[in-house]
């Protein structure tokens, strides 16, 4: 994906939709919340549907944006896997955002990534049906089509999307269109094209554990000796 040309993209159609993307993404926010983030996964989702129909060239208005909101609880199991194992990994960044200065860098370029790829897996699930581990793969796919490009991408517009957290709860929802705008964008342009994961050897996996291992127990350590 072109960053620049996108980035553009996105600020045009939210320029042109804001109306509708606003009070949507009100309304998706505040029943999430409302039903304390059991039923989030839907109405996120169903948020992000719409974001792919605007993308699709379909014509967009507040009616439409509210049946998509409010029509995917069928889905709601698969979600709500997603929504609780999007909750563990961000838990446990968390921790490992005690680590001095190391730590606090992790977490700034971990959780708007996080937040990206949450919203690509829920996207498959709620376009696609699929449950959540087919889920998890496709947003895995669409990352790894140009894993640098893609996480640059995803890094930039998680973090204009969760910019707006800085100045209490109206701004985010102000801004938080724009991330889910970019990942409805990815999905879009690469969900299917990407290509097939590749085969990782159990040598990579077992480095990777130990490291994340090594980091999560120095967080830990880090919170609960107090410095």
């Known amino acids: ?49 719409y974001n792919l129909r605007l993308w699709q060239g379909r014509e967009g208005n507040l009616a439409a944006a509210t049946k ?40 700034f370029l971990f959780h708007p990534l996080l937040f990206f790829f949450f919203c690509l897996a829920l996207l498959f699930i709620i376009d696609k049906g699929y449950t959540l581990i087919p889920a998890l793969t496709g947003a895995s796919r669409i990352f790894l089509t140009n894993a640098p490009n893609i996480a640059l991408y995803g890094l930039i517009t998680g973090l204009l999307g969760l910019s707006g957290a800085l100045f209490l ?9 724009l991330t889910f705008l970019a990942a409805s964008l990815a999905y879009y342009e690469l969900s299917a094209t990407a290509s097939a994961l590749p085969r990782i050897d159990r040598h990579s996996m077992l480095i990777v ?15 609960y000796s107090g410095r």
Not at 70 to 89: E, I, K, S, V, Y
Not at 169 to 177: S, V, Y
Not at 209 to 223: H, N, Q, R
């Open 1 to 49: 994906m072109d960053i620049t040309q996108s980035l553009s993209r996105i600020i045009k159609t939210y320029q042109n939709y804001f109306g509708t993307l606003f009070v949507s993404t009100l309304i998706a926010c505040a029943f999430s919340f409302l039903s304390c983030g059991f039923f989030a996964g839907p109405f996120l989702g169903g948020l992000l549907l």
């Open 68 to 107: 998509e909101v409010f029509g995917h609880f069928d889905l709601a199991f698969p979600c709500l896997l997603l929504f609780l194992f999007t909750g563990l990994l961000w838990s446990v960044a968390s921790l490992i955002g005690h680590i001095p200065f190391l730590g606090s860098l992790f977490v």
């Open 169 to 177: 709860i109206l701004p985010i929802i102000l801004t938080i269109p």
């Open 209 to 223: 554990s130990i490291c994340i291992t090594v980091l999560i127990l120095a967080g830990l350590i880090f919170k």
